[in-house]
């Protein structure tokens, strides 16, 4: 599902990703972890196409995303649904609204629209706040709707960067059990994060970046 092949990645003259191989199977739930700065972010860029490798492959769902042009990486993207530590809602917007944005893009009819809205706010146990405005939702809500968001395009893979970052740990424990009941319906996860409970006693693989690469790849 999510194939990396010697893939180095450049800033300016600063080395961030260097050789990096490793292979994500369709239907898995993986972490990513390593201290800041480390290159979990620019990895998950590079999956959806927001930035390329300087060298090696990168495989997605089937597409080789060094070989895409422009006009079809939103092809790509109608495939990877991402999640931001930050949120990213649209504070002058519903949540209803934050939501059908992602299926407006695809002139989707308002009906189909509706239905798949629908269907994902219950799937994040949100349709009592359909019409409620990001600002009066606590943290917790608010990244439900951004999974949702996420989620409502029915992509074939899911990742999240620092999904828990901003969220107490009651908070973070009902994401993180989101993630797994998205995952257990088919669809691959890939979780970056930095905290060590996330991923501990999972029983999921593991990826240690330090140093530019892997330096483990292990059970959580």
Known sequence: MIEFSNVTKYYEDDVILKGL??????????????????????????????????????????????????????FLRRNVGIVFQDFRLLPNK???DNIALALRIHYMSSRAIKD??????????????????????????????????????????LLADEPTGNLDVENAKAIMALFREINARGTTVLIATHNYDLFHGTGRRVFYIKDHNIEKDTIG
């Open 21 to 74: 191989t490793f292979t994500i199977d369709k239907g898995e739930l993986a972490f990513i972890t390593g201290p800041s700065g480390a290159g979990k972010s620019t990895l998950l860029k590079m999956i959806y196409c927001d930035e390329l490798p300087d060298k090696g492959q990168i495989i997605v769902a089937g597409w080789d995303v060094g070989k895409l042009k422009q006009k079809t990486i939103p």
């Open 94 to 96: 519903t949540v209803y």
């Open 116 to 157: 798949d809205v629908n269907a994902v706010l219950k799937e994040v146990k949100l349709s009592h706040k359909s019409g409620t405005y990001p600002p009066h939702l606590s943290g917790g809500e608010q990244q439900r709707v951004v999974i949702a968001r996420a989620m409502v395009s029915k992509p074939t893979v």
